[in-house]
């Protein structure tokens, strides 16, 4: 089999046999003629099943290791139609850190159809010993977490889950499969948020699910279309265009992120780093097992909170924007945006503070962004000096 970056490049480039093309069409239809009754090309009703959109989604499956792809309208589209997979009555287990969306949707909306949620340290298995229930069908983890960076060990996590008989679910956003397949560790279901490092360049909204399994592929596939929050053609075709310059853009992000890391490990203002590529992180040794890389997300806390707003009105070149995994580089404050939804006893519990800023690291000159963090911290210690005076 190729290597995993010329199977990135290659996407679609051999899958339209009338013409040629290597950039696969966008097929803006809707519905399409059978041949004659009782026959059907293999497209029938867009929502179902679309040629451009099926391209994407056997890619994702074969990147993933998974036996089956569906491409959804948002990254919370596709978790949706995963949770649509449960029952009333069903409990889950989930990673304690984790995407505030996430959150709302289980909390806000989920636990309205009867299925409840427990939260906890997913690398802790007494910790998932205690939460386990009868009822309990369902593990959701996110590694690394979203904004701490707990790194949870996937095969050791899912085999238990496995002999549970527990179906699990892994949010592989951050990492993507060039750098981590889940399912070649054991998972069950792996979800992303395709508008982050897949799409990569702040330009398409977008979610993906890739299924291990005959049984669960197709009830995955029955709960895609009947629930149809699909991703369009031209959606699908951006996608695919910025998934194959994943594997250049994951080593720039990962080059500039380490780098950035140090930079604030030695800072005067900094008291925290939360970032698995560097040895004093808790889950270092679990990341390399488990991935050839790192994501080029991190988190770090200052010192004291009134440092916050002006390195946010500081900043120029890092953008303070939500979302992450961009070419651009934007800096996020969980506690207010992201992770808003999250009760303040939670986010205190875990760590999402008010000292807490998310860094999503983009491909621009690591000198360059480290001059633009350091000019913003330098400004917003001489404000903070000044009003002590």
């Known amino acids: ?196 490092y897949l799409g990569g360049h702040n330009d398409v909204l977008a979610g993906l699910i890739v299924t291990k399994g005959k049984e669960l592929s197709e009830q995955m596939a029955f709960l895609h279309n009947s629930i149809g929050a699909v991703l369009g053609p031209q959606d699908s075709w951006l996608l695919m265009r910025g998934m194959k310059t994943l594997a250049l853009r994951m080593e720039r992000h990962e080059q500039n992120a380490t780098a950035i890391a140090n930079f604030l490990l030695e800072h005067p203002l900094i008291s925290d780093v939360y970032y698995p590529a560097l040895e004093s992180h808790p889950g270092y040794a679990i990341q390399n097992k488990q991935s050839s890389g790192n994501t080029g997300i991190f988190s770090f806390k200052v010192k004291d909170a009134r440092l916050i707003e002006p390195i946010l009105r500081h900043i120029q070149l890092i953008a303070f924007a939500e979302s992450l995994g961009g070419v651009e580089s934007l800096m996020t404050y969980p506690a207010v945006q992201t992770h808003a939804d999250i009760p303040l006893e939670i986010r205190q519990q875990i760590g999402v503070d008010d000292r807490l800023l998310r860094f999503s690291v983009g491909i621009e000159h690591q000198d360059d962004l480290i001059a633009d963090l350091a000019n913003a911290l330098s400004q917003a210690q001489a404000e903070l000096e000044g009003e002590s005076l």
């Open 1 to 196: 089999m190729l290597k995993i970056e010329s199977r990135l490049a290659q996407i679609g480039s051999i899958e339209e046999p009338v013409t040629g093309a290597v950039s696969f069409p966008v097929y803006q239809a809707t519905a399409f003629r059978h041949p004659k009754l009782g026959q059907s090309t293999g497209f029938d009703y867009a929502r179902t099943k679309s040629p451009t959109r099926k391209v994407l989604e056997d890619a994702i499956a074969q990147l993933e290791s998974g036996d089956a792809g569906f491409a959804c309208s948002s990254g919370m589209a596709a978790l949706q139609t995963v949770f649509a997979y449960f029952s009333q009555g069903d409990h889950l287990i989930v990673s304690l850190d984790l995407y505030g969306g996430t959150y709302r949707l289980l909390e806000k909306i989920m636990s309205r159809f009867g299925v409840t949620a427990t939260y906890v340290d997913t690398n802790d298995l007494d910790g998932l010993e205690s939460a386990c229930q009868p009822n309990t069908k369902g593990l959701i983890i996110e590694t690394p977490t979203n904004p701490l960076m707990m790194i949870t060990d996937l095969e050791l996590v899912c085999t238990w889950a496995r002999k549970k008989g527990i179906v699990s679910i892994v949010d592989n956003t951050l990492l993507t499969p060039y750098l981590q397949r889940p399912i070649e560790l054991g998972a069950d279901i792996v979800v992303h948020s395709a508008t982050k």
